[in-house]
């Protein structure tokens, strides 16, 4: 790591050491919650009362919550974008520090943010990374396989590998002996689902002739000579197959989706580095770094984000037991999203594809299933998607999801940025990554707002 970021890291670290009775406010999704827990580690360890609260977004509403709490607040995964706002509201907020990876509105003296020491925040390191780092400064390293469930969460792997400082993150936990990092098939489900179901709801990419058929995904398999059940009689998973009959079937579906006609990089994409979490049960979602975020982030979407930061802290009781009937419950309500998603009919600007799903999908879920709407295919990946929803809490306002890829990134569409700008010129709020972003927009300016952004996209692919 860069010398000048380190001695931040530390400066940031020790004043935080010296203070008492702390609030942690984070993000909802699985890198903020992963960030809240390596904070509350970390603070339990050096002695400290601290409390934590995991909010969807930090807003001129949510930040209402933080005023006058009478502690030392710690964003993490949030607080850089919402400088400007933390300053004006400093007096009711108290003293605060912010570690966090999202592009910074400002300079703070106790902010930890990788962007001014030339780290892309998008790719090279997590809110948990950062989390990590600053119990890492302060001597605890423990915490390095909750920092890259962050990071996977966050997509930073979305090449096939982690790099930078996610990278040595990784290379700490592989040396404690907590993390495994093996090249193999990446579909989702590796450890807890049944394999024909692992191939039946696999999203990216999506495999045609498989998906949502059991019986043809049972062939598949059966015809590769692969046995579905153990000994006990249980249905396998594929981290039960043995490394040939995992050749076997990688080769196969290779063939398949070549084939179908995918693209080259798609189907590299199916294969890359996988993250196995050492010390937690075989067969469980919590074994595998990108279905442990997953869990998470559906303790987040359906607001019972403590949840999920007491299965990062060790409960495997009852805490645990609830984390899976989140996961269940998310699961369905994302089987009808995309089930809507499959009747629905897409709306195309020049530079982006959306639809308004209105109050038909929840605000909550509206971001995946856009994300999940490029993998079925029901948006070529030539442009990005924009999906509309109604905000719960305000029937005036409108929730925007978008979803890039790597692909648009590279060919320079930012959406943090165009979702940052827009929504602030009809009214609303806004921001996020590069790859994927979001805004509140009042709904009466909502074909103001998509007209700015296609100029801006417009304006980002031109350069
Ligand atoms: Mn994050």
Redesign the pocket.
């Known amino acids: 790591m860069k010398e000048k970021f380190q001695e931040q890291i530390k400066r940031v670290a020790e004043k935080l050491s010296e203070e008492d009775n702390i609030l942690i406010v984070s ?1 909802h ?1 699985a ?2 919650i992963t ?1 809240c827990a390596i904070m509350v580690d970390l603070l339990h360890k050096l002695g400290k009362d601290v409390e934590f609260r995991v909010i969807k977004q930090l807003d001129s509403i949510n930040i209402n919550k933080v005023k006058n709490s009478d502690r030392t607040v710690v964003f993490t ?1 949030m607080g850089s974008g919402q400088l400007d706002m933390l300053m004006e509201h400093r007096d009711k907020i108290g003293n605060f520090y912010v570690i966090d ?2 592009p910074p509105a400002g300079r703070y003296d106790m902010q930890v943010n990788p962007h001014f020491f030339g780290y892309d925040g998008g790719r090279d390191v ?3 990374g950062l989390a990590y780092f600053v119990a890492k400064a302060l001597g605890h390293k423990e915490m390095a396989h909750l920092a890259i469930v ?1 990071a996977v969460g ?1 997509m930073q792997d979305s090449d096939g590998r982690l790099h930078s400082l996610n990278r040595i993150i990784l290379d700490d936990g592989i040396k404690q002996g907590t993390m495994k990092v093996k090249h193999d098939l990446r579909l989702f489900g590796r450890q807890s689902r049944a394999l024909p179901r692992m191939l039946m709801y696999a999203s990216d990419p999506v495999l045609p002739g498989l998906v949502g058929n059991e019986a043809s995904s049972v062939s598949f398999l059966e015809d590769l000579g692969i046995d579905l059940r153990r000994e006990s009689g249980e249905l396998k998973s594929y981290v039960d197959l043995t490394i040939d009959e995992r050749r076997e079937l990688t080769s196969a579906l290779y063939i398949l989706l070549l084939d179908a006609g995918t693209p080259e990089y798609i189907i590299q994409g199916m294969i890359g580095e996988v993250y196995t979490l050492l010390k937690e049960r075989k067969r469980t979602e919590l074994r595998d770094a990108k279905e442990f975020a997953t869990l998470l982030n559906s303790c987040g979407r359906q607001e019972v984000p403590e949840v999920g930061v007491k299965v990062c802290l060790g409960d495997r009781d009852k805490g645990w037991k609830n984390a899976k009937d989140t996961l269940q419950h998310y699961r369905k309500k994302l089987r009808e999203g995309l089930e809507f998603l499959s009747t629905l009919k897409k709306k195309e600007m020049e530079n982006f594809y959306y639809f308004d799903a209105e109050g038909r999908i929840e605000e909550s879920i509206i971001g995946v299933i856009a994300g999940m709407g490029y993998g079925a295919r029901k948006f070529p990946p030539d442009k990005p998607v924009l999906a509309l929803a109604d905000d719960r809490d305000n029937p005036d306002m409108l929730k925007v999801s978008s979803r890039a890829n790597r692909d648009l990134v590279r060919k320079g569409i930012h959406l943090g940025r165009a979702m940052n700008e827009n929504s602030q010129l009809v009214g609303g709020e806004g921001g996020g990554h590069d790859i994927a972003a979001g805004a509140r927009i009042p709904r009466e300016r909502r074909d103001e707002f998509l007209a700015l952004v296609d100029k801006m996209f417009k304006k980002q692919l031109s350069r």
Do not use: C
């Open positions: 993000h999704d890198d903020g960030a995964d990876h999202h997590s809110g948990a962050g966050d």
